[in-house]
């Protein structure tokens, strides 16, 4: 071992002298370089890696960027919507408007080539055990999103919802909106309120409470941790309509004193 180390770090007169054959050779970069054209020039290889880019940029240009078919109301007027309900770029302007049809083909992000996946979001979905809550829910599980269902089950059920348990993207929370609530989502979707009449005729001041107090604490967390927003309404804004369908244009016909 000692006299290893010896020999390692000294020269040892009994060693046998290295000779040029045996000394590394000093590297020379360009020689690498020239193998390597060679190489390529030889049996045809550099045709083959063309071919291959050229069939690359046909597809990568040719193909149909991703898109996804949404369900949309035939009457409205999705410009205003888009933002929170289309994860899309601000770029992505042009499928924001015209649905003329009850569906329309949105472009969810640009050319994204098949294969690679849209990272998916985290979202708050509140009322989500309810009727359009748990369709909603349905669709952003489906696209890859993280949800989490925050509802009191007033007049939701958790059976709308349940398909979803064991899912590690989905998850409930049993909580009333009126009480405030911290998350960290990237969108907030704002559904809790008890929408029929005879559910929110119920108990008008918990309706009032749920409808302002609730959707403040929803606004509040959005502001804090920077979420977009959406918040559903109810076609009663829109008083006893003298244009039907209702645009989003149309300010409705509301008398604000009488019943
Ligand atoms: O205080 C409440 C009241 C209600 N909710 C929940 O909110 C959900 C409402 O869903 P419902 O099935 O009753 O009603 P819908 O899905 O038809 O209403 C939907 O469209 C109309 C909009 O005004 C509603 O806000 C929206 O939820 C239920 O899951 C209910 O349990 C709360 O989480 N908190």
Same mark, same amino acid.
Request: hydrophobic share 35%; charged share 20%.
């Given at each position: 071992?000692?006299?290893?180390?010896? &020999?390692?770090?000294?020269?040892?007169?009994?060693?046998?002298?290295?000779?040029?054959?045996?000394?590394?050779?000093?590297?020379?970069?360009?020689?690498?370089?020239?193998?390597?054209?060679?190489?390529?020039?030889?049996?045809?290889?550099?045709?083959?890696?063309?071919?291959?880019?050229?069939?690359?940029?046909?597809?990568?240009?040719?193909?149909?960027? /991703?898109?996804?078919? &949404?369900?949309?109301?035939?009457?409205?007027? &999705?410009? /205003?919507?888009?933002?929170?309900?289309? @994860?899309?770029?601000?770029?992505?302007?042009?499928?924001?408007? =015209?649905? =003329? %049809?009850?569906?329309?083909?949105?472009?969810? %992000?640009?050319?994204?080539?098949?294969?690679?996946?849209?990272?998916?979001?985290?979202?708050?979905?509140?009322?989500?055990? %309810?009727?359009?809550?748990?369709?909603?829910?349905?669709?952003?599980?489906?696209?890859?999103?993280?949800?989490?269902?925050?509802?009191? *089950?007033?007049?939701?059920?958790?059976?709308?919802?349940?398909?979803? *348990?064991?899912?590690?993207?989905? $998850?409930?929370?049993?909580?009333?909106?009126?009480? @405030?609530?911290?998350? $960290?989502?990237?969108?907030?979707?704002?559904?809790?309120? @008890?929408?029929?009449?005879?559910?929110?005729?119920?108990?008008?001041?918990?309706?009032?409470?749920?409808?302002?107090?609730?959707?403040?604490?929803?606004?509040?967390?959005?502001?804090?941790?920077?979420?977009?927003?959406?918040?559903?309404?109810?076609?009663?804004?829109? %008083?006893?309509?003298?244009?039907?369908?209702?645009?989003?244009?149309?300010?409705?016909?509301? =008398?604000?004193?009488?019943?």
């Amino acid at each position: 071992m000692a006299s290893e180390l010896i &020999y390692r770090g000294h020269e040892n007169e009994n060693q046998p002298q290295a000779t040029n054959f045996d000394l590394p050779k000093p590297s020379k970069p360009w020689l690498s370089i020239t193998h390597f054209i060679r190489y390529i020039l030889r049996e045809n290889r550099l045709v083959f890696v063309l071919i291959g880019m050229a069939i690359a940029t046909i597809f990568f240009t040719f193909l149909p960027s /991703s898109s996804t078919t &949404y369900p949309l109301h035939p009457y409205r007027n &999705y410009e /205003s919507l888009s933002d929170s309900y289309f @994860p899309s770029e601000k770029t992505q302007v042009t499928t924001r408007v =015209n649905y =003329n %049809g009850f569906k329309a083909n949105v472009n969810l %992000g640009g050319k994204i080539p098949l294969g690679l996946k849209r990272k998916g979001l985290r979202i708050v979905v509140t009322g989500g055990a %309810g009727f359009v809550g748990s369709h909603l829910v349905d669709r952003l599980m489906a696209r890859g999103d993280s949800v989490i269902v925050v509802d009191n *089950f007033f007049t939701g059920r958790k059976e709308n919802v349940m398909h979803h *348990f064991g899912n590690p993207r989905f $998850e409930l929370i049993r909580h009333d909106v009126v009480e @405030p609530l911290l998350l $960290e989502v990237d969108q907030i979707y704002h559904l809790a309120c @008890p929408a029929s009449p005879v559910h929110y005729k119920f108990n008008p001041v918990k309706t009032i409470k749920t409808n302002v107090v609730g959707t403040l604490n929803m606004l509040g967390l959005a502001k804090r941790i920077g979420a977009r927003f959406l918040l559903t309404s109810t076609s009663e804004v829109y %008083g006893d309509p003298l244009q039907h369908p209702q645009v989003e244009t149309y300010w409705g016909n509301v =008398n604000p004193i009488g019943k």
